[in-house]
């Protein structure tokens, strides 16, 4: 597992990572198109180098990092335990400046995410889990204590949303919930991070993400008392399962 010390040393190089994003945030920056046509910008690239330096400097476990995903599947699989990183989840939210990205660095264990750090530069956030023990936020110098919040009979469902990403399913699911449902928009995997903290009930996802966008967040949610499931399913959302690095639709529920 992981050690207090590393704990610590990987919520360092997230707030580093993050503090070259904003330098870059502050100021006109480069946007190029990757080969699935989604944007990657010039900070992308700075967090990854600092995130990848950082955990190759307090650990020798193998790094699978949005900006490096070409790691063959035959090496992948031999993977037990590894670090899994997005420098900057929420790159179209990144260019719009709404401060709603983030940095992620997971630790996964035989495909189950075991310790994640989920940073917000703009809104000074640090969502925390580990499974071990529990989740919490840093906020203005304050560590608290997070858990997720079950929702009451009667009581308005909170449902958090993408921004950026919405499609048709989603109104039937919010149909199928039956009562009256809040939507909330958010970005990035901060979504994740609110059902965490209790602000929403649950987040569906029917749509397209990768392993890097969810892992360290999902660390941060089953810490806090929820759940990460395949939709239609009661199955857990894992990791490193499959050569794909897609995820199958998944909701977050408390």
């Not at 994003?21 to 990854?48: C, G, Q, V, W």
């Not at 560590?143 to 993408?162: A, F, L, M, R």
């Not at 392993?211 to 360290?216: N, Q, V």
């Amino acid at each position: 597992m992981i050690t207090s010390q590393q704990i610590q040393q990987v919520i360092d190089i997230a707030h580093k990572a993050g503090a070259a994003i904003m330098e870059i945030y502050s100021r006109d920056f480069n946007i190029e198109e990757k080969a699935d046509t989604s944007p990657l910008t010039e900070a992308d690239l700075a967090a990854h180098h600092i995130i990848v330096d950082g955990l190759k400097s307090i650990s020798e476990l193998p790094i699978l990092s949005e900006e490096s995903a070409s790691i063959s599947w035959q090496e992948r699989q031999t993977w037990q335990q590894y670090w899994l990183v997005d420098p900057l989840d929420g790159t179209k939210e990144f260019i719009k400046k709404n401060g709603e990205f983030t940095v992620n660095i997971a630790l996964i264990d035989n495909g189950v995410p075991v310790f994640g750090v989920v940073y917000a530069p703009v809104l000074e956030k640090t969502y925390v889990g580990n499974a071990n023990q529990g989740a919490y936020v840093i906020e203005n110098g304050e560590q608290k204590v997070i858990k997720v919040q079950p929702h009451q009979s009667g009581e308005t469902w909170q449902v958090v949303g993408s921004r950026s990403h919405q499609s048709p399913e989603i109104q039937a699911y919010l149909d199928a919930l039956g009562g009256e449902t809040n939507l909330v928009a958010m970005g990035s995997s901060l979504k994740l991070c609110l059902v965490a903290e209790g602000v929403a009930h649950v987040y569906p996802r029917l749509g397209p993400t990768s392993e890097w966008d969810t892992g360290a967040a999902q660390a941060v949610v089953e810490a806090a008392g929820g759940k990460v499931t395949i939709h239609d399913s009661a199955e857990a959302l894992r990791y490193n399962q499959k050569e794909s690095v897609l995820n199958p639709y998944f909701v977050v529920s408390c």
